[in-house]
């Protein structure tokens, strides 16, 4: 299969607390994840990704988690801040149909 | 250095029409992928290309099809257009081709939005 499926759609947390986004995949072979911001009226751009050889990935504020096993992948945000309001889109790399497929989004409101 | 260009940036057609959209990748990467983007739906896949080669096709009807020349700007053309086609459609470019992800990322352009009446 080549679904992605992301969850929650929305997400409203207060300024300061964290957000946790969740996504599985179908396809066992996938081994590459990325995650996409898209803030209002502007393009999606790489925030973070993480490959199949590694469990964890942390930059700054901003960690992804993977779980093999499962297949599932989930994106924290910790401490966020009102900037961090934007759509989220998780992805993974098909290998066998070497396509990259997108999640539905998720849309994040920080609330100050 | 330039970014990904789009253009047109809106456009709104009738039904039955067709439409052309381009893409300008940055300078120097030679993959470009188009996505289509509705509420709810997320990005979808449409088509990628590398070196005027089309490497993959996304689950969508023979209406949508594209293009790249040896610039490595790419076109796609989305003929007799039906309501549900109204969406912002992406391009993206990569350094490499997918399979390798060599950077692993993709920059994206800021999308031609379609509206179809």
């Known amino acids: 299969g080549e679904n992605v499926e992301q969850h929650p759609s929305t997400l409203s947390v207060q300024e300061g607390d964290s957000a946790v986004i969740k996504c599985t995949y179908s396809d066992s072979a996938s081994n590459y994840f990325p995650w996409y911001k898209q803030e209002l009226g502007k393009r999606p751009q790489l925030i973070i990704d993480i490959r199949s050889n590694v469990g964890e990935k942390k930059d700054q504020r901003i960690a992804v988690t993977l779980n093999k096993t499962a297949k599932h992948f989930s994106l924290h945000i910790t401490e966020t801040q009102p900037e961090d309001s934007a759509v989220y889109f998780c992805a993974a790399f098909i290998q066998g149909a070497q396509k990259l497929v997108f999640g539905q989004g998720t849309r994040l409101t920080i609330n100050p | 250095k330039a970014g990904v260009t789009q253009t047109p940036r809106y456009l709104i057609k009738t039904r039955g029409q067709q439409v052309t959209l381009s893409c300008s990748p940055i300078?120097?990467?030679?993959?470009v992928s188009w996505y289509q983007q509705t509420p709810g739906q997320g990005l979808q896949f449409l088509f990628e290309y590398f070196s005027e080669t089309q490497r993959n096709k996304g689950n969508f009807p023979g209406r949508f099809s594209g293009r790249q020349f040896s610039n490595s700007r790419s076109e796609m053309n989305v003929s007799t257009l039906e309501l549900g086609d109204s969406a912002l459609y992406l391009c993206?470019?990569?350094?490499?081709?997918?399979?390798?992800?060599?950077?692993?990322?993709?920059?994206f352009g800021e999308g031609s939005r379609l509206t179809v009446l």
């Open positions: 993206a470019s990569s350094l490499g081709v997918l399979v390798a992800y060599s950077t692993g990322e993709l920059f």
């Open positions: 300078s120097g990467h030679r993959s």
